[in-house]
């Protein structure tokens, strides 16, 4: 019984990464990149982007493209909701490029492990070297290992 949450998240997790194998190439073949996909509790989410910005449309026909390739490989028992959307202006970074092509913009870093004792890094993205994300923090630049990396976001300036 005292498994159970943790079966689920293992079972999400999975399920997300069979999604993305699934998905991402199809997706992309439309020419859109995934930013993300998230599973839990019968909800597929899908956040789609290029270069010139998301539109309803677009929404519309990879929400279209999802669900016929999602009905016709089926891996999810029972029924699901399907969503399709742009990442927002607090974008996820979850690719190693992602890094570099958003360098000099403000992003907000979560590492699954302390370095030096900290977890939470706030500030200017600085770009990628080698396996090491760059980030300024009130004028200190650190170099976060990829691999140690839980959430990554960019802020928006408003």
Avoid: W
């Avoid at 982007?49 to 519309?60: K, N, Q, S």
């Avoid at 996820?92 to 992003?107: H, I, S, V, W, Y």
């Avoid at 990396?149 to 300036?157: N, Q, T």
Wanted: aromatic share 6%; charged share 25%.
């Amino acid at each position: 019984m005292g498994l159970g949450p943790i079966f689920y998240l293992y079972r999400a997790e999975t399920m997300r990464e069979a999604l993305l194998n699934i998905l991402e190439p199809a997706i992309e073949a439309l020419g859109y990149e995934v930013v993300e996909l998230e599973f839990h509790s019968g909800i597929v989410r899908v956040f789609i982007d290029r270069p010139e910005g998301v539109t309803l449309d677009d929404c519309e026909r990879v929400s279209h493209q999802v669900s016929g390739l999602l009905d016709v490989e089926d891996p999810i028992p029972g029924a699901y909701t399907l969503e399709v959307s742009s990442p927002g202006l607090d974008r996820p970074l979850r690719k190693t490029a992602d890094f570099g092509r958003f360098a000099g913009q403000r992003a907000r870093i979560e590492l699954s492990l302390p370095l030096n004792g900290r977890r939470r890094f706030s500030g200017t993205l600085r770009g990628v070297e080698r396996d090491e994300v760059l980030i300024e923090v009130d004028g200190a630049l650190f170099h976060l290992p990829l691999a140690q990396i839980g959430k990554a976001r960019l802020v928006p300036e408003l």
